[in-house]
């Protein structure tokens, strides 16, 4: 069974870089037809969609955020990555890592989330 | 900012049906299908509908969704307490480079 895990800081600085670890297990990120992303959701407010990544390598960005949002993925340990620059109070957030099929609309699967603030 | 734009509130007593409505473009709703989510309290959204009007295995069918044109909905039939929370609906976009959407969500209550 697929488990998505995020890790990473949990407080980041103005104008640094956040940067979060989704650890997949029960599943290989190289399997083809499935999106790895990523999606936020500020304290009492909607669901943003940040990002994704195909097993391919093509990368796909929120229009918003593409000038500060790099997805990555390391194969040999299974995880991908955000790294999201020159964040503000505004990046504030709850960040979901995200399994999406391409091809079985039913693949959807979520990690429980980890918050993220920034504050000096 | 989303494109997809839902109605911030929606409430109903038990069962009672309640409809969410989700309106888009031609760029997304009209070009893709469409996915609704469920959120409650405090935990990863799930997901509620696929393909437009397809439940994954588990979901009751209380609930279904349909769409026309620009347009996605969501019906809640036969409303339940533990039905109270926020539901989101998704698609991709296909305007210039494509992203993913979700709309701004609606707070469902039961009374």
């Known amino acids: 069974q697929l488990q998505l895990q995020e890790s990473g800081p949990r407080l980041v600085k103005p104008s640094e870089t956040l940067s979060l670890t989704c650890t997949v297990s029960g599943a290989s990120v190289t399997n083809s037809g499935y999106y790895w992303g990523w999606v936020r959701q500020p304290p009492g407010k909607g669901l943003e969609w940040i990002g994704d990544?195909?097993?391919?390598?093509?990368?796909y960005y929120n229009p918003s955020l593409k000038s500060r949002v790099t997805i990555l993925v390391d194969t040999s340990k299974n995880q991908f990555f955000l790294e999201l620059s020159s964040v503000t109070a505004a990046d504030t957030a709850v960040y979901y890592c995200v399994r999406k099929g391409a091809y079985v609309a039913a693949t959807d699967d979520w990690g429980p989330g980890t918050l993220v603030t920034v504050s000096s | 900012q989303s494109v997809l734009t839902q109605p911030p509130s929606a409430s109903g007593t038990p069962g009672q049906r309640v409809t969410i409505s989700c309106s888009g473009s031609s760029s997304n709703i009209g070009s893709n299908t469409v996915k609704w989510y469920q959120q409650l309290p405090g935990t990863a959204p799930k997901l509620l509908i696929y393909?437009?009007?397809q439940r994954p295995s588990g979901v009751p069918d209380r609930f279904s969704g349909s769409k026309s044109d620009t347009s996605a909905s969501l019906a809640i039939s036969g409303l339940q307490s533990e039905d109270e929370a926020d539901y989101y609906c998704a698609t991709w976009d296909d305007s210039l480079n494509a992203f993913y959407v979700f709309g701004t969500g609606t707070k469902v209550t039961v009374l």
């Open positions: 393909s437009n009007n």
């Open positions: 990544i195909y097993y391919s390598g093509s990368t």
